[in-house]
Nanobody, 115 residues
Framework: QVQLVESGGGLVQAGGSLRLSCAAS????????MGWYRQAPGKKRELVAF?????????AASDSVKGRFTISRDNDKNTVYLEMNSLKPDDTAVYYC???????WGQGTRVTVSS
């Protein structure tokens, strides 16, 4: 199965932006649907955005990120992105990318939003 490596997380102030990247070990062209998930401390992992094959932009899966987060994919670079704007402290979590349904989980990338 494809290996996925997330990067781009960090510490940012509320209202700031980050772009996360998910680099795949092989072509993602034929992967039907991919997503970004997150797991906040003490909470279950949740899907925040997903993108289908054949399109460059996807959809928010959670009302809490709608209008602020944008998922996109670049099949030529085998990379999926998550652009996060207007970040809030509630967005603090470890972010993971994976297929939908998910395969094995990677290490994720930590995002911390300070108030």
């Amino acid at each position: 199965q494809v290996q996925l490596v997330e990067s781009g997380g960090g510490l940012v102030q509320a209202g700031g932006s980050l772009r996360l990247s998910c680099a795949a070990s092989e072509s993602i062209f034929r992967i039907n649907r991919m997503g970004w998930y997150r797991q906040a401390p003490g909470k279950k992992r949740e899907l925040v955005a997903f993108i289908n094959s054949g399109v460059s932009r996807g959809y928010a899966a959670s009302d809490s990120v709608k209008g602020r987060f944008t998922i996109s994919r670049d099949n030529d670079k085998n990379t999926v992105y998550l652009e996060m704007n207007s970040l809030k402290p509630d967005d603090t979590a470890v972010y993971y990318c994976n297929t939908i349904p998910p395969n094995d989980w990677g290490q994720g990338t930590r995002v911390t939003v300070s108030s």
